[in-house]
Every structure is written in C-alpha cells, then in structure tokens.
C-alpha cells in the first residue's frame, strides 16, 4: 500500500525557518517525481515545489523562490522541504503527493497524496 | 488569481449531472493533460481524473473528463450526497515551468 507521512510542521515565528519531510513507502521511490502542494486555511490547492526521481529536475512557484528549497533522499525514501525567511502568508497545511507516471516530469498528476502537516506562521 | 479558472460554486438536485469548467491557456491546458481532485471536508485530495479523460482504479463512472483547446470539463452524473467536495483541476505550465490548480469549486447537491 502506497503511504506518504509528512512531519515537521509547526508554529514559527516570522522570519523563521523549519524543515518539512515526507516519508513514503509502499512503491519504488526513486522511480516517482515528487511534490509539495500546500492550502492555506479555508483556501484552494497551491502548487509549490516539483523533484523529479532523480534530482535533475526542480521547479518552484515563482513567489517561493529563494526561500523554499525542495530536495530527496533515495536512499531513504524521503522528500523535504526547506523553508527559510517565513510569514505569514506562508500559513497552510503542506502536503506531499507522488508523480503517477515512474520517470516522467513536469505532468502535474498527483496520484497519492499524504494527509498534510500544518505550518503556521505568527508572532 | 489561479493560472487556471473555475467556477466557485456549482450546485444540483441529487440524481443530476453536474459539469464543472477549468479554463487556461495555451501554455498549460492547451499544451499538457489535465487532471482533477475531489477533496471532501477535512481531508486529502484524491485523484479522480487524469490524462483528461482516465478515471483510476475505483473511480465510479460517474465521473467523467473532457479537454477541448484549452478548456477542460468535470462531469459528474447521479449526483449523490457524498460527492459534496470542493472540486481542483491541474495540470503544468510550460511557460511558467510550474504545476497549476485552478480555484477548485464548491459542489453542493441540494
């Protein structure tokens, strides 16, 4: 059974920095390109980062760039997400979610998705 | 402002059939496939559509997906209670080389 667990979020204060991961099991992850997708509270689905299986490729929205940084781990089936100079609009809950198609990037078709952890930004 | 444009709010009787719209450009929908996510109330997305039309495994027929240029559309058929959710489409942009959601849209079955 395929399972992505994200962990890491939490409250921070502004300006602050916190490191978000996602394990996954139950497929072959270095196959799969990854994402990050976050919501922020009683919002819609905001695309933030893309790795594909391999590392080669990474892509961020453009407002993130320069604070966030995605990155993986093979080796132990893990996703993370690197977030410096934090505020409050970056207030959501993350979400990991796999690629569907082993070793395509860049087809936005997220077939698994974790149950999401949450960051709060706030003084 | 989403990159791709949805109606905030659809709504039936239960047993209609409902569509939902997601508009883009040339540069995302007119040039990927897209793909569609119900998430009910406090939970995960889930895949219901992608490469436009394909329903994975345990997808009711219900649902069904269409692309035309670069639109694209939800249908859902005998609506149920349970299929109130808030509806997303997706797909990439290649000129923003980002994945893109629309707005989503509320589904409320009257």
């Known amino acids: 059974e395929v399972q992505l667990v994200e962990s890491g979020g939490d409250l921070v204060k502004p300006g602050g920095s916190l490191r978000l991961s996602c394990t996954a099991s139950?497929?072959?992850?270095?196959?799969?390109?990854m994402n990050w997708v976050r919501q922020a509270p009683g919002k819609g689905l905001e695309w933030v980062s893309s790795?594909?299986?391999?590392?080669?490729?990474?892509d961020y929205a453009e407002s993130l760039k320069g604070r966030f940084t995605i990155s993986r781990d093979n080796a132990k089936n893990s996703l993370y997400l690197q977030m410096n100079s934090l505020r409050g609009e970056d207030t959501a809950v993350y979400y990991c979610?796999?690629?569907?198609?082993?070793?395509?990037?860049?087809?936005?078709?997220?077939?698994?998705w974790g149950q999401g952890t949450l960051v709060t930004v706030s003084s | 402002q989403s990159v791709l444009t949805q109606p905030p709010s659809v709504s039936a009787a239960p047993g209609q059939k409902v569509t939902i719209s997601c508009s883009g450009t040339s540069s995302n929908i007119g040039d990927n496939y897209v793909s569609w996510y119900q998430q009910l109330p406090g939970t995960a997305p889930q895949l219901l559509i992608y490469?436009?039309?394909k329903r994975p495994s345990g997808i009711p027929d219900r649902f069904s997906g269409s692309k035309s240029g670069t639109s694209a559309t939800l249908g859902i058929t005998g609506l149920q209670i349970g299929d109130e959710a808030d509806y997303y489409c997706a797909t990439w942009d290649i000129t923003l080389n980002t994945g893109v959601f629309g707005g989503g849209t509320k589904l409320t079955v009257l």
């Open positions: 979610a796999r690629d569907a198609t082993p070793f395509l990037y860049g087809l936005a078709t997220y077939d698994y």
């Open positions: 490469d436009n039309h």
């Open positions: 790795i594909s299986s391999g590392s080669s490729h990474i």
């Open positions: 139950g497929f072959s992850f270095s196959s799969h390109a």
